[in-house]
């Protein structure tokens, strides 16, 4: 991911279903099908064409703005960190829709999900999960998240 940050490429679908495991230390990132390349004037993307998106992944801004950027990059990586570390059935839709209440539907579980995130709420760290960089990932401030750079930085030291 740092790699394709360097490139000012956006991702917008990090996620564990797009990621082919090569070794214990090294996955590859795959369906680059919602990727995006940032402006030369501007650290984000805004998208305009309307269609499904995966929004359990997605960062505050970009539910709210449709604003994409490395940091909201990095926010879908700190939610790929909880199901790494989690059980199959705890998925992060249906994580935030035990909190939310399994009885929204549609454009409401937007408006829920976009209250529960600012209201501070995050998915919690599961056994294993290092709680301080998925937390630091999820920082409401895109520009306050680390970069790619420094999570690998700290989780090759947490191995």
């Known amino acids: 991911m740092d790699y394709l940050a360097t490139k000012r490429y956006i991702h917008r679908d990090l996620a564990t279903r797009n990621i082919l495991v090569e070794s214990e230390l090294r996955v590859k990132i795959g369906d680059f099908g919602l990727t995006k390349v940032l402006p030369q004037d501007k650290e984000y ?14 960062a505050p801004e970009s539910l709210t703005e449709s604003k994409f950027s490395v940091g909201s990059d990095v926010w879908s990586f700190g939610v790929v960190l909880y199901e790494l570390f989690s059980d199959k059935n705890c998925s992060p839709p249906a994580a935030f829709m035990d909190k939310m209440g399994s009885d929204k539907q549609g454009q409401m579980i ?3 999900l976009i209250d529960l995130l600012k209201r501070g709420y995050r998915l919690p760290a599961p056994k294993g999960c290092p709680e301080e960089v998925s937390l630091s990932c999820w920082n409401i401030d895109p520009v306050l998240r680390p970069t790619f750079k420094k999570l690998n930085t700290q989780l090759l030291m947490k191995c």
Do not use: L
């Open 45 to 58: 993307y805004t998208v305009r064409e309307p269609g499904e998106s995966p929004i359990f992944w997605y």
């Open 110 to 112: 937007v408006y829920h």
